[in-house]
């Protein structure tokens, strides 16, 4: 079988502000896009074949500087959803409670956090390892950046608005993913990831969708 080099090219952006961090909860978030290149001998670039965003949650820095955790959850949406389950609610507990307890209070590297929150492989090159490379590489890269990652196991090919679309009106990125010809029984579809990402060393002790793992695991996995 043909050896395929990859390339992911990493973005974000920030505002430059003239007052101190602590104003707004998503001063708390870097929100990062992930681009995925099929490449040549020399890098060139070939063809996109997968792409994806990470939201990393700075709570290490939101505590030092004093402000609300229960703010920066509720920072964005898919955040808010995510931390009501991985996170302790109730007043009388520590926020860390559900966490620390499921690593036997051994305690987290630091307590930021990489969210994946989407990843895509076009159909193309689905089945080739793409995937398990692109997640080894954001844990590989981001090492010391965080102490817990999060990924959600959500089938893109069930949610709404590629749903809704006709796909009569699919971008071209769409029309290369090739969602009809994904599962289309959402609990068989969410099966199979649940799979895939407990296979990977990810576990899901509080909720079917949300896995978890510290990055020294996975990369002692992998050895």
């Known amino acids: 079988m043909e050896e395929l080099d990859f390339i992911i090219k990493y973005s974000f952006s920030d505002f430059l ?6 104003e707004d909860p998503m001063e708390f978030v870097n929100e990062i896009d ?20 990470i939201s990393q949650i700075l709570f290490s820095l939101a505590m030092d500087c004093g402000f ?3 703010d920066v959850m509720d920072a964005t949406d898919s955040i808010c959803q995510m931390s009501g389950v991985l996170f302790e609610w109730d007043e009388d507990k520590d926020f860390w409670d559900k966490i620390d307890n499921y ?12 969210f994946l929150e989407t990843l895509e492989i076009i159909a193309k090159y689905r089945g080739k390892g793409v995937g398990q490379k692109v997640i080894n590489n954001l844990i590989e890269r981001f090492y010391s950046s965080c ?7 959500f089938p893109m090919q069930h949610d709404i608005g590629i749903k809704s679309e006709k796909e009569e009106n699919w971008s071209d990125w769409n029309r290369k993913m090739k969602y009809p010809e994904m599962e289309l029984d959402f609990e068989k579809a969410q099966y199979q990831l649940f799979n895939y990402y407990k296979k990977k060393g990810f576990q899901n002790p509080f909720d079917m969708e949300y896995f978890i793992a510290r990055p020294f695991d996975i990369i002692n996995r992998n050895r």
Do not use: I
Request: proline residues 6%; negative net charge; without cysteine.
């Open 17 to 22: 502000k003239d007052y101190p961090v602590g």
């Open 34 to 53: 992930f681009e995925v290149y099929l490449t040549n001998e020399t890098r060139d670039l070939k063809e996109q074949v997968g792409k994806g965003k």
């Open 68 to 70: 609300p955790l229960s």
């Open 103 to 114: 690593f036997n209070y051994q305690p987290l590297e630091n307590y930021d956090v990489f």
């Open 147 to 153: 102490g817990l990652w999060v990924l959600k196991a």
